[in-house]
């Protein structure tokens, strides 16, 4: 149990494009959701936090309008890199809190982008 | 705020033996919970244990057992019967209890299990 998907597991796109990332909780609802970022070999850092139904809270530094996020439902939250550039390329994880304990969170996969 | 610090940055053990990874945090809460994720090379980060800090028991999950020492404010996993499936970064993690509560993550540690 307490099942989180990404998708896609990994994207290259050129600069200037948009790109979507899905985390989907696949056996248990998800009222909140995180969005990681990761670089190699090093620690995660918490981009924003996604609640069901409002708006994302980011966390300092991290640029609203370019990294878009939406739950919209009880089992999705995308991520959008909005005009994605070469140093948007990084590890983005996904996680949300589980069902039991809710204070658990449990992990996607992962997504690596490559902008070029 | 809340830290965290796992001050080894890399560890090495030998297969079938014992290993004891580091981690200490600093917070002003009184109940929170503390974590240790492994991210193995195909960087899916996996819970490895919970524990809660109002429970004194230390927390233990087959070969994964930890010593929470809440007034020196450490909280070390201790591995044993290493595997080489234990390969893998490890991150220490504190959230204080409640709705809004997010992880706070050490820098995380390599462990390489030798064969």
């Known amino acids: 149990g307490a099942v989180v998907s990404q998708h896609p597991s990994w994207v290259i796109c050129k600069s200037g494009t948009s790109v979507k990332i899905e985390c989907r909780s696949l056996?248990?609802?998800?009222?909140?959701m995180f969005w990681y970022r990761q670089f190699p070999k090093q620690s995660l850092m918490l981009m924003a936090t996604?609640?069901?139904?409002?708006?994302?809270?980011?966390e300092q530094g991290v640029e609203k309008d370019k990294f878009l996020i939406n739950h919209a439902s009880l089992t999705l939250s995308t991520l959008t890199v909005t005009s994605a550039h070469p140093e948007d390329s990084s590890f983005y994880i996904c996680?949300?809190?589980?069902?039991?304990?809710?204070?658990?969170?449990?992990f996607g996969p992962g997504t690596r982008l490559t902008v070029l | 705020a809340q830290t965290v610090t796992q001050s080894q940055p890399e560890m090495s053990v030998q297969e079938a033996e014992t290993v004891t990874l580091s981690c200490t945090y600093d917070?002003?809460?009184?109940?929170?919970?503390l974590f240790w994720y492994k991210q193995p090379p195909s960087r899916q980060m996996i819970l490895v244990i919970r524990q809660e800090a109002y429970k004194q028991q230390n927390a233990t999950e087959n070969r994964f057992s930890v010593n929470f020492q809440k007034a020196a404010k450490s909280f070390s996993l201790k591995i044993s019967d290493s595997q080489l499936g234990d390969t893998a970064m490890y991150f220490c993690?504190?959230?204080?209890?409640?709705?809004?509560?997010?992880?706070?993550f050490g820098k995380g540690i390599t462990l390489s299990v030798r064969p």
């Open positions: 917070t002003s809460e009184n109940n929170y919970y």
């Open positions: 993690a504190f959230m204080k209890t409640g709705a809004n509560s997010k992880l706070t």
């Open positions: 056996d248990f609802q998800a009222t909140t």
């Open positions: 996680s949300a809190r589980g069902p039991s304990p809710v204070d658990t969170q449990y």
């Open positions: 996604s609640n069901e139904g409002s708006k994302a809270t980011y």
